[in-house]
């Protein structure tokens, strides 16, 4: 999916400053303890399932949402395993944002692993220890989502 209508128009308005976004990530494990990764893109890089929350959304919805438009895999949010603000980043137009990342541990209940949009190269499932290179925050994300304690990891001061 492109960029969603309300960050254009927002951006009409505040040109690349920075935006403070919601985003979620889905930790899709599958009974064999593998887990679903999708090749951006934009970037080429293997990621986890993750999108922007639309205005009024509820993240839990939005983790479904986009799980189905990237990979064709419906999925069960099962918990959430973590939240944290990331960096700010900027994208290569000057867009500069920052992300509160809620990610949720998920299993597969239906669909088949596919390139479902234009977001993703290839789709797959991957053992823990056959990963493709992940970005740090995205290694994190899926660490505390593999863990057994049910408790969400969040940062402390």
């Keep these: 999916m492109p960029t969603p209508e309300f960050i254009l128009t927002l951006r009409e308005r505040v040109g690349h400053e920075l935006l403070w976004?919601?985003?979620?990530?889905?930790?899709?494990?599958d009974g064999e303890g593998r887990v679903l990764l999708h090749q951006r893109s934009d970037t080429g890089q293997w990621s986890l399932i993750s999108g922007i929350l639309e205005p009024g959304e509820q993240p839990a919805v939005a983790v479904v949402r986009e799980a189905w438009e990237e990979t064709g895999v419906r999925i069960e949010v099962e918990r959430i395993s973590s939240v944290v603000a990331g960096a700010p980043a900027a994208y290569p137009n000057g867009d500069r944002v920052q992300f509160l990342d809620i990610a949720f541990r998920c299993r597969p209940v239906g669909g088949e692993a596919r390139?479902?949009?234009?977001?993703?190269?290839?789709?797959?499932?991957?053992?823990?220890?056959?990963l493709p290179p992940l970005p740090d925050d995205q290694q994190q994300r899926l660490l505390q989502a593999l863990k057994d304690d049910p408790a969400p990891y969040f940062v402390r001061n």
């Design 115 to 130: 390139v479902n949009d234009d977001e993703s190269l290839a789709v797959g499932w991957f053992a823990p220890d056959d």
């Design 21 to 29: 976004l919601s985003g979620v990530t889905a930790v899709i494990v």
